[in-house]
């Protein structure tokens, strides 16, 4: 009891000598060189600190297809838009679509498939704004399956459009089994060429 009592009298002793700061301090004048609160920048939610700014993806510069089909997915457009964005944005630079099947039909409907594809990867493109100078379409039917078709995973990946750069490649591109586009910038930029 007379320790509650004694905290107590300790926090009431707070309070006043708190409040006689308050007082002393709020009729102070103030020089004119001390920053006012209007002057100080409003800082909204948390400070986060960031390690690291850069940003490293890996896309595919092709467009899978349902087996024995033609149409393209939606999925896929992010890929023709940036395609589209860096043609664009480089009217030098030029492309070849391989259109690819599998080997689910004979050759000759395989090669109409294939070319189907392709030409509708070229549409969309044109649609984006692509020259059509900037395009050459082949057919390759399915005489170049990069991919085994030993798992359910890698049978699609025969029914593509790989989309090749043929002059003024992007920065980060590269060709191993399929087309790649390593992007680590925002900005899109060309491989230099060599002279």
């Known amino acids: 009891m007379i320790k509650?009592?004694?905290m107590l009298a300790l926090l009431a002793s707070l309070g006043l000598a708190t409040s006689s700061f308050a007082a002393s301090t709020a009729s102070a004048p103030v020089s004119?060189?001390?920053?006012?609160?209007s002057k100080l920048p409003k800082v909204s939610g948390m400070p986060v600190l960031v390690d690291r700014t850069d940003l490293v993806q890996a896309m595919p510069?092709?467009?899978?297809?349902?087996?024995?089909?033609?149409?393209?997915?939606?999925?896929?457009?992010?890929?023709?838009?940036?395609?589209?964005t860096y043609l664009n944005k480089f009217s030098?630079?030029?492309?070849?679509?391989?259109?690819?099947?599998?080997?689910?039909?004979?050759?000759?409907?395989?090669?109409?498939?294939?070319?189907?594809?392709?030409?509708?990867?070229?549409?969309?493109?044109?649609?984006m704004g692509v020259q059509d100078q900037q395009i050459e379409v082949v057919a390759l039917g399915d005489r170049e399956q990069?991919?085994?078709?030993?798992?359910d995973g890698h049978?699609?990946?025969?029914?593509r459009v790989?989309?090749?750069?043929?002059?003024?490649?992007?920065?980060?591109?590269?060709?191993?089994?399929i087309p790649v586009v390593t992007i680590d910038t925002f900005e899109q930029t060309v491989i230099p060429e060599a002279i």
Do not use: H
Not at 32 to 37: D, I, L, M, R, W
Not at 68 to 83: D, H, R, V
Not at 146 to 151: A, E, I, L, N, R
Not at 162 to 177: L, R, S
């Open 92 to 127: 030098g630079a030029k492309i070849k679509i391989s259109g690819n099947a599998d080997d689910y039909k004979n050759a000759a409907q395989n090669m109409t498939l294939s070319m189907q594809r392709a030409q509708n990867v070229r549409f969309a493109l044109m649609d």
């Open 61 to 84: 510069n092709a467009v899978l297809f349902n087996l024995g089909e033609s149409k393209m997915s939606t999925q896929f457009m992010p890929i023709l838009q940036w395609n589209a």
């Open 146 to 151: 990069k991919f085994k078709k030993d798992s």
């Open 162 to 177: 790989d989309v090749f750069y043929t002059t003024q490649k992007p920065k980060g591109y590269t060709v191993e089994k």
């Open 4 to 6: 509650s009592k004694i």
């Open 155 to 159: 049978q699609p990946r025969n029914q």
């Open 32 to 37: 004119a060189s001390a920053p006012t609160a």
